[in-house]
């Protein structure tokens, strides 16, 4: 929704693609001159010729990205913001893991199979599903004694566990001026995880109870301030290293998923080539988009804002890919 | 104070009804016109001639609701945003239950007796105490031991306890257009029940620590965007089903309290039919109200903008009940 | 950089002193209009001449605090914001003790030694580190062992573990009105206190999990507005106890960082006579700012308008010491 109202602030009409009977938020928020309802989002490109007339540009968001799937992202025929070659090395664990070790950063180590477990793990699912379903396990025994209550039957990867607290870190890059920009932290806020330490370790013992990692929802956090340069060293290194891979790199708006252990080591276990919902409390700007500029600022709207000054100074082919 | 801090965005003069010796807030942030304090609430009924000559408009909230009690609302005389009748409603468990049971909300399931407890269930008791002296049971022989130790003498409620994140949806409805906002969401912040997962296990075991869940604050958050159009079905729902309850129903801000659980289940375990302390992280409008809005528009500031808008469309009475 | 921000905002220029490779942010936030970068901190008295020669006026905050230590803090000869001889009283541990006694307020027990361990206590060490390295122990058995862990050679404090929720409460006390205004309120985000909580009581003990204290950011929140009263109170009774300790006292803005706990009783375990990150959420004001001022007033902001009125009305000597 914050794509939509940024875009509006910049002066730009908008159409939203929005499954049937899920419109009201649109409506009730006022950010959408056009909703287009479909029954799936692979009915995306039969919409494709009305959107290309219109000369939209699709900003792709994570539902997009996974709905469709990055194979049908490279087939996309209208004005598409980002580099579509990026998301292939995003969705696909093993490739961004290569993306991330090549920019320097430090990833939680990864364990081939179930018997090598010899630390506690988490068990994560491949795909954007929010989390769900993923598991710990400390010992081999406990990974297989899991697995069978699980229900997903998707590809898996044993990651080690880093005890620190969860940091999303979210940038902005422009090709206008080759800036990189932090544009504000989250913590995801996850079921059950953000609330079974709200219950007695004895409950918990008695009640059986056991951590899952469902994303309901973000809580904004700031940062402590001496951290901020390894930061955006961190964005700057996945940018440079993201030209070797794709055409274009990775610009526009981006996110590194990590932890901050209690000395202070970053570990990122995951990176989103696009706009994320730990955006979202920052729909009036973050405490540090205020700082940069005088009017508020979204992710959202800086995106409608790359393009409003790509058309400007005439070089649009440089916020598509 | 975002109440009356709106009220004066809005134009409107404010007078703030506030105990002896506690006037150094509402001083210090400049929002009230005129401050009256009194020694207990109870006095409200000796200052109401002086309201109504004034034409104030009563706007209620949780503590004047809670130290009034829902029989003397009734006898208001001056001007009362909001339906009386509804407030009745909500202030008994049962009838509550009643309620959002007819709205088709799920709600944790609740035990008649003690000896029934077969899962953990948490122990609450009437009236808005903000949830001091709540404990969690797991069986018949816990409920009576803790009991032992409860200082409390009021009526309690044996309340399935869901093991999910709480998330608290702020509301506003206005009769003025039927139009039903999302104003917001939070977490409360909960003493000792916040923070007892930041010691760990084993120490809690050792120091025999148990969770409490007094309020000591909020917290804010945005909710997972795929949520948004059950959140506007459930606070549908909850009107539709009071117009059947109350003469006017419920219109004005509220608030459904309630758990997320890992499949993403809404379990709603109560609800405030008036302003809650949820919506104070929002003074200047929440990451929601600036998608809709093009200025700060909080929960306190919403409802002065309908009486407002009432008073130019000359439909006074529909906001007052 | 709130500092600097908010200094730009009242129409000042700013000056950053950094560490050499530290510039990104200040350049990439567009706060500084000069930065000076520096091997250390200790070259402060090389830059001093060059600072007076350009009028500056330096704003203090922990990290300055901390590398320069409170007694070359006294020999600064630039113009200073805030009162000096008040930095020693919260730089060391016993001092800052006799001074929250001294005004009142409810404090953790101190044990002297470790054989008086009789209940969870906190292990601190002296200085501003970010709470690195702290931890918690039951017992003196369990104090010797995990002491025998620590890389640690400071002093330390054996502090009486207080169950209840960490709040900080941000203050600004002006000496041109006398008045006392609340700031806003966090909550520190630790390593890693912060998510042992997620992970269940059974794993923890299973990974043999321990608690540590590194800040590594701060989440907002807002108080139970029926404690505001109390905050004030504790707030004020802090200035007008460090009137007695030096000339000038506190003023400026101010942290007092405690434990609610859940019979409602503020335990506060410091103090910090300055600007701290805890206000670094509020960049464009906080929801309790936002209802006195009209504008955005950050932390920041509020020294520089200090600074700003004190030159307005001749009477800068009330704002420097």
Not at 158 to 183: A, C, D, K, T
């Amino acid at each position: 929704m914050q794509i939509l109202k940024g875009a509006k602030d910049e002066g730009f009409e908008t159409i939203c693609i929005c499954k049937k009977g899920r419109t009201k938020p649109y409506e009730s928020f006022k950010v959408a001159d056009k909703i287009i309802e479909v029954d799936d989002f692979s009915e995306y490109f039969k919409l494709e010729k009305e959107l290309m007339d219109q000369k939209a540009i699709v900003i792709p968001h994570g539902s997009f990205v996974s709905y469709l799937g990055f194979e049908n992202i490279q087939n996309i025929q209208a004005m598409h913001y980002g580099t579509k070659g990026i998301i292939e090395w995003e969705s696909d664990r093993d490739m961004e893991r290569k993306w991330l070790l090549d920019a320097g950063l430090k990833l939680p180590k990864i364990f081939d199979k179930p018997e090598d477990i010899d630390r506690t793990v988490i068990v994560k699912f491949h795909g954007a599903d929010g989390g769900q379903g993923y598991f710990l396990a400390n010992s081999p025994e406990e990974f297989y004694e899991r697995m069978k209550e699980s229900t997903s039957d998707k590809k898996y990867v044993l990651q080690e566990y880093i005890v620190g607290v969860p940091i999303y870190s979210h940038f902005f890059y422009s090709r206008l001026n080759n800036e990189l920009e932090v544009m504000g932290f989250d913590k995801r806020y996850e079921s059950n995880a953000d609330s079974v330490g709200r219950i007695a370790a004895k409950d918990q013992v008695d009640a059986g109870i056991r951590t899952t990692y469902t994303v309901t929802g973000n809580i904004p956090i700031v940062l402590r301030e001496s951290l901020l340069p390894q930061v955006f060293e961190m964005g700057q290194s996945v940018i440079d290293s993201s030209q070797k891979l794709a055409d274009g790199g990775l610009f526009g708006p981006f996110c590194l998923e990590g932890i901050l252990d209690p000395n202070l080591n970053f570990y990122t276990f995951e990176i989103s080539a696009r706009i994320v919902a730990g955006t979202n409390p920052y729909v009036n700007g973050s405490p540090y988009t205020w700082l940069r500029y005088n009017e508020p600022m979204s992710t959202g709207r800086r995106i409608a804002r790359d393009i409003k000054e790509a058309i400007e100074k005439d070089e649009l082919e440089k916020v598509l890919g």
